[in-house]
């Protein structure tokens, strides 16, 4: 009985998104042990990464129907944001901010209805000395107009170029307390998501 109750619980369904285009990127990396984690020992919940290399640059232009239509390659990004429970971001910082390919990500899907709306996320970033820390508060501010809702703790930002190494030359988490880590952030966000859902 209770394991069949067990299995009729749903699955929870988590876009990932890097805003790294670079296949061996380190947060790519992140996002794909993410997805491993979740099979091996977080049951109901599995991550699906979403790819943003095909949105053109913002431009309303393209928009029609009174912007209420978009360009296919952003009207099929923003059906994979509507379908989604949560979010995982993987969060390279550039310049001390949030890279250019996720803000591009982020304001198509804010485009006329919010595809973001009320929805949990959490992020994870690797990088120098601050592990990408600085594109993850500027993600925070952003995803309050989003209407975006971050789990606060707990917090992950990879050191990615201390030794020993994190990462192999693939971009691959090599870093068994990382993962462990990562494994606490999913739960986080799992615990967080099924939470707000109770309250729908």
Not at 145 to 169: C, G, M, R, T, Y
Request: aromatic share 8%.
């Amino acid at each position: 009985m209770e394991a069949a109750a067990a299995s009729a619980k749903p699955v929870l369904r988590v876009a990932a998104i890097c805003g790294s285009l670079r296949k061996a990127s380190f947060n790519r990396g992140l996002l794909r042990a993410a997805a491993e984690v979740c099979e091996e020992s977080v049951p109901r919940m599995r991550v699906e990464h979403v790819d943003i290399s095909d949105l053109p640059l913002l431009n309303t232009d393209l928009e029609t129907d009174g912007g209420a239509g978009f360009p296919p390659a952003v009207e099929a990004f923003r059906a994979k944001v509507r379908a989604a429970d949560c979010f995982l971001f993987g969060a390279p910082e550039y310049n001390y901010s949030i890279a250019s390919p996720l803000k591009n990500a982020l304001d198509w899907a804010s485009r006329g209805n919010n595809c973001w709306a009320d929805k949990p996320a959490a992020i994870v970033s690797a990088g120098g000395g601050f592990g990408g820390g600085r594109s993850q508060y500027h993600l925070r501010q952003v995803g309050v107009f989003l209407d975006l809702h971050f789990i606060n703790k707990p917090e992950l930002f990879v050191q990615a170029f201390q030794q020993p190494p994190k990462f192999d030359s693939d971009g691959n988490l090599i870093d068994a307390q990382i993962r462990e880590r990562l494994k606490q952030v999913l739960l986080s966000l799992q615990a967080f998501t099924l939470r707000l859902q109770k309250k729908d």
